[in-house]
Structure formats: structure tokens, C-alpha cells
């Protein structure tokens, strides 16, 4: 459960900048350069109000001029690239410092960036620069989060189990991003600096928490560790590399040369690209297409949320009775493509379509992304190969989720880029990068454990069932039960 709160104020640290593009950029009239003058010397004259004066009728300078998306996507660029980048040490150092203070450090400095971007509006600052160094800083420290919660649980449930455990588990993200969305669009309208200050104190307090209460799962999991743990709390001591579990920390290069962590890393990519694209930039297609303001905008878009939590449960229980988590993926990737085609055609008919594909979109495109960054991540870092060494854990999920965050740094970046041309455009780019995950989960089955499949075989276990349209669905059954 702690570490479930742990990482949901991470989520909810990072929702609110999709709520307040809205904000940050409004549709104005058609004088835009008229309009801003006369509102500059308006403002000139009205010093001492509360509201920061530099502020125009089309939103919040530098973000009121016409490349508005284009400004936005660095933004997210800066934050995603940053995080990807640190993505890949993070697994690294986080195997060799205690989690408990590796996690609280990067959880206060989260709190501080989070809230520095909110203060340019209490300060009234218009610099771009400013905003794009707090994102990049911002996405840095978080990248502390990820490994180090995964890291906790992951030794805690044997494999039997692992899909539905942490699909019920990995349901943080989607309730952060939930709270994060709501707290944002409460004071987005009136206030969109507090819509940033609020979540970097709330998810600062949770670091504090995370110090005072987490204790590693090593100290139950043998009872002759017990005595070591006990002296390693009671003195305060870091546990170094070689002694928390018996083994020394994997390299990077070793940590690739697990069966499936290139596979899964390149899936979660494409998977991830299309998710984050959803979260960063749904509220302002909401705002643009439904016409709603920011604040009904932001409250909206948690229903896609609301429909991952119940895609990765889904995922992770499929995935557990099947026994094939590459199959599971494969799955639902399958039926995310044309989904995401009906969300463009669907959301413009009104708002009651637009929910019931909300719902549907967040859990086929969410199970997946849902499904790899837990019980997948875990699968391979206690692998087989690795002969009992655990210290992987942390440099595997690195791996996985540093990789599938190239993808969602270039996703709401392609979104800023081709926006401009039309909605459809957008949803256009999204079914391609769902095509490509599909098809590296296919190589996964393909070749799952090092078991390749000679297209003889394939082909003596098929029946074809029934021709739908130019599609036809085949039925597979393979004599090596433990094939993917």
C-alpha cells in the first residue's frame, strides 16, 4: 500500500501541465496582436492587482502566440527526455543505495521542481527557458520513483500471481494521474500556478513518509536476514551492493542479455508513445473538439484513466490464468488500433461517445503499457538465467521503462509537430506506433524463452476457423504448453 501512495503522488506530480495547457494558451478573438497591446497598457496602469499583469486574453506569454503547440510539445519533450535519459542510471544507482533514501531524495526534489514551475506565475515569469529547465530537472528526479517501488515489490509475489497483483498494484498510475487531473483543474481557471505548488507539497510530504515508514521486503523474505537487517536498521548504515542480497549488482550490458529484455523494451516503446501522447494532450483535444474549458476538460480525461485501471487489472488476470504475458499484449494492442480509429471518428459526435470510448481507449491502450512496466519487468529480472541473483530487478525495470520513455518523450512531441494539421493526423501516428508494438509482440511469441516455432509446425496446428471480411482468425495449438 505504501508504496501504491508512493507512486501515485509521483503521477499526480506530473498530470498537471496537460490540464493547464489550456490554460497557458486560450482561443482569442482574431486581433491577436491588437488585443495584447491594448492589454499591455491596461496592465501598465494596474500594477497593484493580485492577478499577474502580463497576462493576455490568448493565455500566458510566451505560450499566446500561434506556435503554441509547438511550444508546448518542448515542454513535454524536456520532461520526457530527461527521464529517459536518467531512466537508464537510475536502475544502476538505485541497486547500489539503500532504496528507502535513494526514493525520499528524489521524491523532495520532485516536490521542489514540480512546484518551481508553478511559481512563474506567482513570480509572473515569461521566460521559456525557465519552464523548460524546470522540466528537465523535474524529470530527472523522478526517475528515482519507478525502480525503486518495483524493486520493493517485486520480490514479494511468486510468478503464479504477479500478472493480477500487480495489475491491481500498477493502478497508481492511473489513480495519480486521476487526483493529479482533479487537483489541477480546481485551480486552473483562478490560479494555474497553485495547480503546480499543491502537488509538488503533496508529493514532497510523501517523501517524508516514504522515509519514516518503508522498510525493504529483504527483511522478511529469509529468516536468516534477519539479524543482518535488524543490525543494518538499528546502526543506520548503508547495505552495500554485494551484501543485500548475497550477489553483486548485474551490469547494463548483462542486464540486455536477458532473454526478452530487448523485445519488451522496444514493445513498451510503441506502448508507451501512445499513452503518454493520451495523457499530455488529451485535455487540450477535449478543449478543442468538445469545446469545453480547461477545468470541465481536465475532469473528463480522467475517465481514460478510469479505464486503464481496469485494462491493467485486466491484463495482469489474463495474463496469469494463460500464462503468456507477450500473448496477452498482443491481444489487446490488436483490438487498441481500430479503438483508437473510433475515438477520432467517435469523440466528434458529443460527449456521451466521447466517455464510452474514453473508457474503452484507456483500458486497451493502458493493459499493455500496464502489464510490461510491472509483472513483465519483474518476470525478467528474476529470470531463470540469472541464477538467483535479485540485484537485476532494479537495472532490468531501468532498462524496460527508460526505453518505453524514448517513446513518450517522442509521442507528445509528434503530437505538437502534426497537430497543427488536423486531429486526425495525430490519431494517424498513434495507430502506426500501436501497429509497430504489435508487431514486436509478435517476435516475442515468435521466439518467447528461446523456443523458435519452424513455420511447418505453425502451420500443421492451424485451422482456419472463419474468414471475417479480408481477415481471417486462426486457431493455434501447440503441443509445448509453455510456448507464448
Given at each position: 500500500i ?10 499526480l506530480s506530473r498530470?498537471p ?14 486581433s491577436h ?5 491594448s ?20 493565455g500566458w ?19 520526457l ?27 523532495l ?27 528537465i ?19 514479494w ?29 480546481y485551480w486552473?481557471?483562478?490560479?494555474w ?36 537487517c535488524?543490525m543494518?536498521?538499528?546502526s ?7 551484501g543485500?542480497?548475497g ?10 542479455r536477458?532473454?526478452g ?27 478543442n ?8 476538460a ?14 491493467g ?58 502489464l510490461?512496466?510491472t ?13 538467483g ?20 518523450a ?16 495525430v ?5 502506426v ?22 513455420l ?8 482456419i ?5 479480408y ?14
Amino acid at each position: 500500500i505504501l508504496t501504491f501512495l508512493l507512486y501515485a503522488s509521483f503521477h499526480l506530480s506530473r498530470k498537471p501541465i496537460s490540464i493547464v495547457k489550456g490554460e497557458l494558451h486560450k482561443h482569442c478573438a482574431a486581433s491577436h496582436e491588437v488585443e495584447l497591446n491594448s492589454y499591455r497598457e491596461y496592465a501598465a496602469q494596474i500594477q497593484p492587482v493580485k492577478k499577474p499583469s502580463n497576462v493576455s486574453q490568448c493565455g500566458w506569454e510566451p505560450f499566446d502566440k500561434n506556435n503554441y503547440k509547438q511550444l508546448l510539445g518542448a515542454l513535454d519533450y524536456s520532461f520526457l527526455c530527461a527521464y529517459a535519459i536518467g531512466m537508464y542510471l537510475s536502475g544502476i544507482i538505485g541497486e547500489r543505495l539503500p532504496i528507502r533514501y535513494y526514493l525520499t531524495v528524489g521524491m523532495l526534489a520532485s516536490g521542489l521542481f514540480t512546484a518551481m514551475f508553478g511559481l512563474g506565475y506567482f513570480y509572473n515569469i515569461h521566460n521559456l527557458w525557465f519552464y523548460i529547465m524546470a522540466q528537465i530537472a523535474n524529470g530527472l528526479v523522478q526517475t528515482t520513483g519507478w525502480p525503486s517501488v518495483v524493486t520493493c515489490i517485486g520480490n514479494w509475489f511468486g510468478k503464479g500471481r504477479r500478472g493480477l497483483i500487480m495489475g491491481m498494484w500498477n493502478s497508481h498510475t492511473s489513480v495519480g494521474n486521476i487526483l493529479g487531473s482533479l487537483i489541477a483543474a480546481y485551480w486552473v481557471s483562478t490560479c494555474w500556478g497553485l495547480s503546480f505548488v499543491v502537488p509538488g507539497v503533496i508529493i514532497a510530504v510523501m517523501g517524508i513518509v516514504c522515509f519514516l515508514f518503508l522498510i525493504e521486503r529483504k527483511c522478511f523474505s529469509l529468516i536468516k536476514t534477519i539479524e543482518n537487517c535488524t543490525m543494518s536498521l538499528n546502526s543506520g548504515t548503508a547495505v552495500t551492493a554485494e551484501g543485500r542480497h548475497g550477489t553483486s549488482a548485474i551490469s547494463f550490458l548483462g542486464a540486455l542479455r536477458i532473454p526478452g529484455v530487448i523485445e519488451f523494451s522496444l514493445c513498451l516503446l510503441f506502448a508507451k508513445l501512445v499513452s503518454y501522447t493520451f495523457l499530455f494532450w488529451l485535455p487540450l483535444y477535449i478543449t478543442n473538439v468538445e469545446h469545453l474549458d480547461a477545468k470541465r476538460a481536465g475532469d473528463l480525461s480522467t475517465l481514460f484513466d478510469v479505464g486503464g485501471i481496469f485494462g491493467g487489472i485486466l491484463a495482469g488476470l489474463i495474463s496469469d490464468r494463460l500464462e503468456k504475458r507477450a500473448s496477452t499484449c498482443g491481444m489487446m494492442l490488436l483490438l487498441a488500433a481500430p479503438t483508437l480509429y473510433m475515438f477520432s471518428a467517435v469523440s466528434k459526435m458529443g460527449l456521451e461517445a466521447t466517455i464510452v470510448m474514453l473508457l474503452i481507449s484507456g483500458a486497451l491502450v493502458n493493459g499493455p503499457y500496464a502489464l510490461i512496466t510491472t509483472a513483465v519487468s519483474a518476470d525478467l529480472g528474476t529470470h531463470k538465467s540469472l541464477k538467483g541473483n535479485a540485484r537485476a530487478l532494479s537495472t532490468v525495470t531501468a532498462i524496460i521503462d527508460g526505453t518505453g520513455s524514448v517513446g513518450a518523450a517522442l509521442g507528445p512531441l509528434l503530437a505538437g509537430l502534426i497537430s497543427p494539421s488536423g486531429w486526425n493526423n495525430v490519431f494517424y501516428m498513434l495507430m502506426v506506433a500501436d501497429a509497430c508494438a504489435l508487431l514486436v509482440s509478435l517476435k516475442i511469441l515468435w521466439s518467447c524463452d528461446g523456443l523458435a516455432v519452424p513455420l511447418k509446425s505453425v502451420l500443421l496446428h492451424t485451422q482456419i476457423i472463419e474468414p471475417v471480411g479480408y481477415v481471417f482468425v486462426f486457431a493455434m495449438d501447440f503441443p509445448d504448453r509453455h510456448l507464448n
